[in-house]
């Protein structure tokens, strides 16, 4: 806790609450300030927060009475050197969940947060590449916010295409599951 007292001394009005749980140390704090928070965590010599551990969204639809945004991240410290952790979670907000990227610090946040830009719609401001990394270009929804249907709203527009590209390639004897095909193309060997 002595972690987040000096966070709480830094940045007085960023921080909303703290606890402690099963060892290890949270706090949860505004938005707004999150790349100097995160900074001062890393570079300030008795935290040296040096390592990302995680980051990854979070989608508390079915939480709201505790009084939580819908959406937060969550960013999982550690320090190297001093080996001690804290987890700070960023409340983004319920309509437009949007933070500033915390690419700059760590390098590691790129894929990590285009990952938490696919899958639950949480923009990064000022991130270099904020595109999709797991799901195609053209796919409709973010799959891990709470409200989106298993099953998909409907079939992806790619999915034709794709039956399509493996027709064309069970020609070649493709078999991701390696069984032999009686149509597959024989080696120039065979043909003689």
Same mark, same amino acid.
């Given at each position: 806790?002595?972690?987040?007292? @000096?966070?709480?001394?830094?940045?007085?009005?960023?921080?909303?609450?703290? !606890?402690?749980?099963?060892?290890?140390?949270?706090?949860?704090? *505004?938005?707004?300030? +999150?790349?100097?928070?995160?900074?001062?965590?890393?570079?300030?010599?008795?935290?040296?927060?040096?390592?990302?551990?995680?980051?990854?969204?979070?989608?508390?639809?079915?939480?709201? =009475?505790?009084?939580?945004?819908?959406?937060?991240?969550?960013?999982?410290? !550690?320090? +190297?050197?001093?080996?001690?952790?804290?987890?700070?979670?960023?409340?983004?907000?319920?309509? #437009?969940?949007?933070?500033?990227?915390?690419? =700059?610090?760590?390098?590691?946040?790129?894929?990590?947060?285009? #990952?938490?830009?696919?899958?639950?719609? +949480?923009?990064?401001?000022?991130?270099?590449?904020? *595109?999709?990394?797991?799901?195609?270009?053209?796919?409709? @929804?973010?799959?891990?916010?709470?409200?989106?249907?298993?099953? @998909?709203?409907?079939?992806?527009?790619?999915?034709?295409?794709?039956?399509?590209?493996?027709? =064309?390639?069970?020609? /070649?004897? /493709?078999?991701?599951?390696?069984?032999?095909?009686?149509?597959?193309?024989?080696?120039?060997?065979? #043909?003689?």
């Amino acid at each position: 806790m002595a972690i987040v007292d @000096g966070l709480r001394a830094a940045f007085p009005d960023e921080i909303l609450h703290s !606890y402690t749980n099963q060892g290890q140390t949270a706090v949860v704090v *505004r938005p707004g300030r +999150i790349v100097d928070m995160l900074r001062w965590l890393r570079d300030t010599d008795t935290i040296r927060m040096n390592h990302l551990r995680s980051l990854c969204g979070v989608d508390n639809v079915r939480r709201k =009475e505790s009084g939580l945004s819908r959406f937060e991240v969550v960013y999982n410290l !550690y320090s +190297i050197p001093l080996r001690h952790e804290i987890r700070v979670r960023a409340e983004v907000g319920d309509k #437009e969940p949007a933070i500033d990227s915390v690419v =700059e610090l760590w390098a590691g946040a790129n894929w990590l947060e285009r #990952e938490t830009y696919d899958l639950l719609g +949480i923009r990064f401001n000022n991130h270099p590449d904020l *595109r999709r990394v797991l799901m195609p270009d053209d796919w409709v @929804g973010h799959p891990l916010r709470k409200d989106y249907p298993l099953r @998909g709203r409907e079939e992806w527009a790619g999915m034709t295409e794709l039956l399509a590209k493996v027709q =064309e390639l069970d020609r /070649f004897g /493709f078999d991701p599951e390696g069984h032999a095909h009686s149509q597959a193309i024989p080696d120039e060997e065979d #043909e003689e």
